[in-house]
């Protein structure tokens, strides 16, 4: 009974939400309101069919659930984050990488702008280049 009457108000709240989309041509807030209406109505319908106590109840118990759930998730992507980090070189490695860097021909020269140099550090484009005419 309780599945039919949900079913029922359900409908009749998405039947609403398209009457109203249709007739503002897009989204205009009305469907939230809509939206809202329907929930305050199912959970009054609840309310009443199975008493306020089991209502609180069923929230509570799909709460931690939904929090268990959750946290299952969240467990699995942050194990999946923390495998690729144990990839990313650390501080050690950026040093010695810096290291072989000055060995091989030391840092490259920077213009004022902080960009590499452009060929022997004159910092003129090429004349065929179309951007030095």
Request: aromatic share 4%; net charge neutral; hydrophobic share 40%.
């Amino acid at each position: 009974m309780a599945r039919t009457l949900s079913l029922g108000i359900n409908g009749v709240g998405l039947a609403l939400m398209v009457a109203v989309f249709s007739q503002t041509g897009g989204l205009s807030g009305g469907e939230a309101g809509v939206a809202a209406g329907t929930a305050a109505v199912s959970q009054t319908v609840l309310t009443a069919v199975f008493g306020e106590q089991s209502v609180r109840t069923l929230a509570r118990t799909a709460r931690e659930d939904l929090q268990l759930r959750l946290a299952g998730v969240f467990e699995e992507e942050r194990n999946r984050f923390e495998t690729l980090l144990a990839t990313v070189p650390t501080e050690v490695d950026a040093e010695a990488l810096i290291a072989t860097a000055s060995a091989v021909g030391g840092p490259c020269e920077l213009t004022h702008a902080g960009r590499p140099g452009r060929g022997l550090g004159s910092g003129r484009r090429a004349s065929g280049h179309p951007s030095a005419r």
